[in-house]
């Protein structure tokens, strides 16, 4: 009786043991969206890349690049809070600076940039390493041929009112014979997006809700969202005409509050023609 009960405690403790590594693991993931258009007639592959936080991932940010080199994006698209506001700078600034001699790259502000008290200066660095700084800017980009709209607008620190006035440029800046994307921070404003018509809208700043139950709950807490986020990780309808696609980010030891089942993400998303799917 006292080896069984000694087994069963065993192996219970063995199964907890398990349960934690699982939950808490901080390994890097790549998870891969699949969207559909009649607008493009070749592939495009994009990587979307958010909440870094200046987190390292491995010596000179090997892990992320090896990721990213192995998925080969057409274009690389950077959805704010890069760089942290506390952390040193330095891993962002290795990841920028290596990813964006590789692949054409855009980015938008996220909050803590501007709670860094630097933004501008952000910005005037990203534009030195080649980085196009999507303020309220829309810019089209050929692929094979073949025209992509990339529009971007920055985190909404920056002022409501300006805010709106740069998602207005943007949406303004868009025609209905281009496959059109907008790259965002914050996915929570979706009345702001819906109907604006852009085919795909990026974004970020979740963090996966933080603590997930795979398959029951997709995020228990997320900023400006609240308890179970309705846009915590995913690919999501907002119209017949709009997907919203939110990363879980990439932030690791920036996080006060451990993440648990939702392992951070490069988030590869591949725009196929109608008749590819």
């Known amino acids: 009786m006292k080896k069984n009960t000694k087994r069963i405690l065993i192996a219970a403790a063995a199964g907890l043991a398990v349960t934690a590594l699982c939950a808490l693991d ?3 993931s790549v998870r891969t969206y699949e969207v559909t258009t009649e607008k493009l007639t070749q592939p495009v592959r994009l990587a979307l890349v958010t909440d870094l936080h200046s987190c390292r991932y491995g010596d000179g940010q090997k892990t992320l690049l090896a990721a990213l080199d192995e998925a080969q994006p057409d274009v690389l ?5 890069i760089v942290d506001d506390e952390l040193p700078e330095e891993p962002a600034w290795t990841f920028l600076s ?4 590789r692949y054409p790259t855009y980015y938008v502000t996220g909050n803590h940039e501007f709670w860094s008290g630097r933004v501008d200066g952000i910005k005037e660095q990203m534009a030195q390493l080649g980085i196009n700084v999507m303020d309220g800017v829309t810019t089209t980009k050929i692929l094979d041929g073949q025209p992509l709209s990339i529009s971007g607008v920055d985190d909404p620190e920056v002022g409501e009112s300006l805010w709106q006035r740069e998602l207005a440029f943007c ?3 868009i025609d209905d014979g281009t496959f059109s994307l907008l790259l965002s921070h914050r996915p929570e404003r979706i009345n702001a ?16 809700g933080q603590w997930r139950l795979p398959g029951l709950i997709n995020g228990v807490l997320a900023p400006n969202q609240g308890l179970f986020p309705a846009y915590a990780g995913g690919n999501y309808t907002l119209d017949d005409d709009t997907h919203l696609i939110v990363s879980r980010g990439l932030a690791r030891e920036s996080t006060r509050i451990p993440r648990l089942f939702n392992r951070p993400e490069l988030v590869i998303v591949d725009v196929l023609p109608t008749d590819e799917k």
Not at 98 to 101: E, G, L, R, T, V
Request: a negative charge; glycine letters at 20%; zero cysteines.
């Open 193 to 208: 997006y819906t109907g604006l018509g852009f085919d795909l809208v990026l974004a970020g700043h979740a963090h996966g």
């Open 26 to 28: 901080p390994r890097l």
């Open 77 to 81: 698209l950077l959805s704010g809070d």
């Open 171 to 173: 949406a303004g800046a």
């Open 98 to 101: 290596a990813a964006a001699s």
